[in-house]
């Protein structure tokens, strides 16, 4: 029941959130969530979590929150969002990527990977929140922040933190959808907020500039396509077909946001300085990945996401990366790789890379007998 004492508790929840630095919250009522979970059985019925066996897991505590995998009693959910939209955006042009404006030199990070590790930071924030919660009602309050099987989205969605868009995120009016989700589920009784529903209209902006043609339709994203799951969560080989496309994407994928019209108003507020793009990739080139050792990894990546595909899936990306963008500058490190590895796919994909890498020059050569293979064009451009 909803009382004017709990009213103000929410005010003051609120204010803590935007405290604490959160850009939105908002509160919904745990409450039965069939339809998005029947949604969620499909996706994972239909094979489109590929290897990310873990989104298979748990399938039932995904249903609700008031559950021992989360919070038994739960009564109300508040979705917190941090926006983490670099100021100068993405850089799209080739120029701009090879001077190491969007990621490495000649390789695209995604916006939210280039600075810290969000979790640490988020989850004392979400911390302080969940005690400030507690404080204040009596009650039973569980900060999350990716630590338990949710279905994250809807619940924001119900909270009124954001709609979900066509490419399956949330985006906050007046925000847009670089934005990072964090909860504290309580078993506080707390007015909720109203629900947001879809604003795309008939647009189909990010569904039509998707490199990898992941979204078989509005709203359902098949991540084996994805090259954000293909280069974070993926372990192991990248499928043939899916490479050329990924063109200079080294880590993650920000095409589908890049494009919407709700992420093109100018940000409001200056961005935690942990999402800034970090020195320890702009100043460093994509070939350099090649040669990283296990402890130089893990001395580069400590405190990054970057670390969470491992030594192998970062050479893979260059490989790929490299593949299909560099030049014959980039064979004597293509084949020091072919020299050092073990690995049988980093193997077959330095290979892969030298002959596409030999192609385009072959190709350079007969068009123009006099051009340098200097034109070669990011595999965007090549579908
Ligand atoms: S992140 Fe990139 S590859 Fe993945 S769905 Fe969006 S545009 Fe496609
Ligand atoms: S690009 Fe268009 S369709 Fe896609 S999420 Fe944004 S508004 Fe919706």
Same mark, same amino acid.
């Given at each position: 029941m909803i009382t004017e004492g709990t009213e103000r508790v929410e005010a003051r929840i609120r204010a803590r959130a935007s405290a604490l630095g959160f850009a939105r919250v908002g509160v919904a009522r745990v409450q039965d969530i069939?339809?998005?979970?029947?949604?969620?059985?499909?996706?994972?019925?239909?094979?489109?979590?590929?290897?990310?066996?873990?989104?298979?897991?748990?399938?039932?505590?995904?249903?609700?929150?008031?559950?021992?995998?989360?919070l038994e009693g739960a009564r109300s959910v508040i979705v917190c969002a941090t926006d983490y939209r670099p100021a100068e955006?993405?850089?799209?042009?080739?120029?701009?990527?090879?001077?190491?404006?969007?990621?490495?030199?000649?390789?695209?990070?995604?916006?939210?990977a280039r600075g810290q590790d969000y979790h640490n930071f988020l989850r004392k924030r979400l911390r302080r929140l969940a005690e400030f919660v507690r404080s204040e009602t009596g009650c039973e309050a569980r900060p999350m922040v990716d630590?338990?099987?949710?279905?994250?989205?809807?619940?924001?969605?119900?909270?009124?933190?954001?709609?979900?868009?066509?490419?399956?995120?949330?985006?906050?009016?007046?925000?847009?959808?670089?934005?990072?989700?964090?909860?504290?589920?309580?078993?506080?009784?707390l007015a909720p907020d109203s629900p947001l529903e879809s604003r795309c209209?008939?647009?189909?902006?990010?569904? $039509?500039?998707?490199?990898?043609? @992941?979204?078989?339709?509005?709203?359902?994203?098949?991540?084996? =396509?994805?090259?954000?799951? /293909?280069?974070?969560?993926?372990?192991?080989?990248i499928p043939e077909e899916l490479r050329a496309p990924m063109g200079d994407r080294f880590y993650g994928c920000d095409d589908c946001q890049d494009v919407c019209p709700f992420n093109k108003s100018p940000?409001?507020?200056?961005?935690?300085?942990?999402?800034?793009?970090?020195?320890?990739?702009?100043?460093r080139t994509v070939e350099s990945i090649l040669a990283l050792d296990d402890a130089e990894f893990r001395r580069l990546t400590v405190g990054s996401p970057l670390g969470r595909p491992g030594? $192998?899936?970062?050479?893979?990306? @260059?490989?790929?990366?490299?593949?299909?963008?560099?030049?014959? =500058?980039?064979?004597?490190? /293509?084949?020091?790789?072919?020299?050092?590895?073990?690995?049988?796919?980093?193997?077959?994909?330095a290979q892969w890379a030298i002959a596409r890498i030999e192609a385009r020059s072959t190709e350079g050569q007969q068009r123009s007998p006099s051009a340098a293979s200097d034109g070669v064009p990011s595999g965007a451009h090549e579908r």
């Amino acid at each position: 029941m909803i009382t004017e004492g709990t009213e103000r508790v929410e005010a003051r929840i609120r204010a803590r959130a935007s405290a604490l630095g959160f850009a939105r919250v908002g509160v919904a009522r745990v409450q039965d969530i069939s339809e998005d979970f029947s949604r969620y059985q499909t996706f994972i019925a239909d094979g489109m979590h590929g290897s990310m066996a873990y989104l298979a897991h748990n399938q039932e505590s995904r249903r609700t929150l008031d559950t021992t995998a989360v919070l038994e009693g739960a009564r109300s959910v508040i979705v917190c969002a941090t926006d983490y939209r670099p100021a100068e955006r993405s850089a799209t042009d080739r120029a701009a990527v090879e001077a190491g404006a969007a990621g490495l030199r000649g390789g695209r990070i995604a916006s939210y990977a280039r600075g810290q590790d969000y979790h640490n930071f988020l989850r004392k924030r979400l911390r302080r929140l969940a005690e400030f919660v507690r404080s204040e009602t009596g009650c039973e309050a569980r900060p999350m922040v990716d630590t338990a099987p949710i279905l994250e989205r809807v619940w924001a969605r119900l909270a009124g933190v954001g709609f979900v868009g066509k490419n399956g995120l949330i985006i906050a009016p007046g925000l847009g959808s670089f934005a990072l989700l964090g909860e504290v589920v309580t078993t506080a009784e707390l007015a909720p907020d109203s629900p947001l529903e879809s604003r795309c209209g008939s647009c189909t902006l990010c569904l $039509d500039a998707c490199p990898t043609e @992941a979204f078989p339709k509005p709203f359902v994203l098949d991540a084996r =396509r994805c090259v954000s799951f /293909l280069t974070i969560e993926h372990e192991g080989p990248i499928p043939e077909e899916l490479r050329a496309p990924m063109g200079d994407r080294f880590y993650g994928c920000d095409d589908c946001q890049d494009v919407c019209p709700f992420n093109k108003s100018p940000v409001p507020r200056e961005v935690s300085p942990q999402f800034a793009l970090g020195t320890r990739w702009s100043t460093r080139t994509v070939e350099s990945i090649l040669a990283l050792d296990d402890a130089e990894f893990r001395r580069l990546t400590v405190g990054s996401p970057l670390g969470r595909p491992g030594r $192998d899936g970062l050479v893979r990306n @260059a490989l790929i990366v490299l593949g299909n963008t560099g030049d014959a =500058r980039h064979i004597p490190a /293509l084949r020091a790789t072919l020299a050092r590895e073990s690995n049988a796919s980093l193997l077959a994909l330095a290979q892969w890379a030298i002959a596409r890498i030999e192609a385009r020059s072959t190709e350079g050569q007969q068009r123009s007998p006099s051009a340098a293979s200097d034109g070669v064009p990011s595999g965007a451009h090549e579908r």
